[in-house]
């Protein structure tokens, strides 16, 4: 049998700080309430000339460094994103130009918040089947293009970055299991309404801004998040005290929180860096894997459940032997 693990790791964020101070003089909200909402202190957010792929490629070229393998040895390229840097070509076909391959197949993933989930799933599969050897996927985000900086229900929750890693085929496996869902009836909650085939004039007129029923998707991501956190433990047999760390999604730590107390998983295993990094949609679980593995939390041998949840509704999780 072929199983697809990690082998290495990497992230990429902005310079920008912009702090919960930096938004009270943009609009009227202040770090108090920031905080206890959403746990979010600080977000970095892109610089004017710099794009998706920018992120997307620094955070590969990390990844493929702790890999320790050359960029001619990579047979698939997925970036899972929502705010690629042009309608085509593919943000996986910059990066692949960017980091000079040429044949291997390489296309975005759109799932959101949960892209990285779903991104990991395919290459997985790729893997898995023969189909690839070795796999860059990549979590990539400009999300600060699409949110609208003068309304404070949504611009306090969001940041910019990139997170990747880099599959190999091993004859052990490491990533165990794979679980993805979608729900489109709940497509009004949380969207950017617009894009080039409908409501085009508001792209044009720089208006393409996500909206979001903040409570309902705060309760939907909870009972999902938590639901699937079972899902995954059933189909490994795992009993949750042989998990080593849990990263959730970092949108909202008290969507965290929340979803740690219904699984029964302490909070000392939850990975957070949602106080840093604000919401960074698909790139949040790649960055806060990367970030785990390099400050050496997580170590090679640990069992670690990452999970997302996004906009479609799309949900998704996996469970990895490091
Ligand atoms: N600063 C200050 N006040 C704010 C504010 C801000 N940034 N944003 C909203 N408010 C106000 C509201 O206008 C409202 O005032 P009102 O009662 O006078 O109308 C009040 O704060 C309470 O708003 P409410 O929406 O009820 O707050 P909440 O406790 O539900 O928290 C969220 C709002 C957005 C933080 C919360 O719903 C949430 O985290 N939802 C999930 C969001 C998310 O993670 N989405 C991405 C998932 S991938």
Not at 128 to 138: D, F, H, N, Q
Not at 144 to 150: E, K, L, M
Request: aromatic share 8%; hydrophobic share 40%; charged share 20%.
């Amino acid at each position: 049998m072929i199983y697809s693990r990690i082998i290495g790791t990497g992230s990429y964020l902005p310079e920008k700080v912009v702090t919960n101070a930096d938004l009270e003089k943009m609009v009227d909200t202040n770090d108090e309430w920031i905080y206890a909402r959403s746990g979010i202190r600080e977000r970095r957010i892109a610089g004017e000339d710099e794009f998706t792929c920018d992120l997307a490629v620094q955070a590969a070229q990390n990844a493929i460094q702790a890999a320790g393998i050359r960029n001619d040895g990579i047979d698939l390229i997925i970036v899972a994103t929502t705010t690629a840097d042009q309608v085509f070509p593919s943000t996986a076909c910059l990066v692949q130009q960017r980091l000079g391959i040429s044949g291997p197949p390489a296309f975005d993933v759109q799932a959101v918040c949960a892209g990285f989930l779903f991104a990991i799933d395919i290459a997985d599969k790729f893997i898995r089947s023969g189909s690839a050897r070795t796999a860059l996927v990549i979590g990539a985000e400009t999300f600060s293009r699409i949110i609208d900086w003068t309304d404070r229900r949504t611009c306090v929750l969001f940041g910019d970055g990139a997170g990747a890693v880099i599959l190999g085929a091993d004859r052990e496996p490491g990533i165990l299991s794979t679980h993805l869902h979608s729900d489109g009836k709940y497509k009004d909650l949380l969207c950017v309404p617009t894009g080039v085939s409908r409501n085009y004039e508001r792209v044009k007129a720089g208006t393409a801004y996500t909206t979001m029923e903040g409570g309902e998707v705060f309760r939907w991501a909870v009972t999902a998040m938590s639901d699937i956190i079972d899902e995954t433990l059933d189909a490994n047999h795992f009993d949750r005290n042989d998990l080593d760390w849990l990263i959730p999604h970092q949108a909202n730590i008290r969507i965290i929180n929340a979803v740690g107390r219904r699984a029964a998983i302490p909070p000392e295993k939850v990975i957070v860096t949602v106080d840093r990094h604000g919401n960074t949609s698909a790139a949040s679980v790649p960055l806060a894997l990367d970030e785990s593995v390099r400050s050496g939390r997580i170590s090679t041998g640990q069992h670690v459940l990452i999970e997302g949840f996004g906009g479609g509704f799309t949900w998704g999780s996996a469970l990895i032997r490091m």
